[in-house]
């Protein structure tokens, strides 16, 4: 009858510590899920502010340039990405009247210069070379937000690991929607870096 009594007492014990660690590894889930959205709120809201913040600067390039399109890359026109990484080139263009836009009132167009011999086309070939950019290629694209008579875009580039040092000159030219041909265009270089650490 001892014995029996004493296996009862630990199966409660064996039950009740059960039951605490179900409690503690429920109570550890949840706050580990309000941490984890809590951090990608706040960094939704960082990507936000940063976007208001390039979209300014290159509001603020307008007047100074004194031309339609802007490409914030700094005074080196130069993007400099190393394989396995993702970059974006923020550009602005304004209305050559200075009319309101919408999102599609003007266009732009990427394109690869190929006029140079020691350019990522002759390295690594054209279709590879345009294959580095997500931002469509020899294509007219419509502009990603707008705001009065500016408007604003990124041209993504997404550079595979494993893809050969080289530099690239890329056109940029924007023009309105119901015309033919562009009415303004720019350039910015892109350098593939050494693959790497540092």
């Known amino acids: 009858m001892m014995s029996l009594l004493k296996n009862k007492d630990g199966a409660l014990e064996l039950s ?3 039951i605490v660690i179900i409690v503690i590894g429920m109570s550890m889930l949840i706050l580990g899920l309000v941490l984890v959205r809590s951090i990608f709120t706040g960094a939704i809201g960082s990507v936000d502010e940063i976007n208001e913040g390039v979209q300014a600067k290159i509001q603020e390039l307008f007047p ?3 031309g339609n399109l802007a490409v914030l890359l700094g005074s080196d026109n130069v993007a400099k990405v190393k394989p396995g990484e993702r970059f974006n080139v923020a550009i602005g263009a304004q209305h050559e009247r200075g009319e309101q836009v919408a999102r599609d009132t003007i266009l732009y ?5 190929t006029n140079s011999n020691d350019n ?3 390295v690594l070939g054209e ?3 345009e294959d580095l950019f997500v931002t469509p290629v020899n ?3 419509a502009f990603d937000t707008f705001r009065s008579s500016t408007a604003f875009a990124l ?3 997404d550079v595979p690991t494993g893809t050969q040092r080289c530099t690239q000159k890329v056109n940029i030219d924007i023009k309105l929607k119901e015309e033919t041909a562009p009415f303004e265009g ?3 270089l892109l350098e593939i870096k050494k693959e790497g650490i540092f």
């Open 16 to 18: 009740i510590g059960t």
């Open 127 to 129: 279709r590879r070379t």
């Open 120 to 122: 990522c086309v002759k």
């Open 186 to 188: 720019d350039f910015f």
């Open 64 to 66: 100074n340039e004194g």
């Open 109 to 113: 167009r990427v394109e690869l210069d």
């Open 139 to 141: 294509a007219w694209n």
């Open 155 to 157: 041209i993504e580039i």
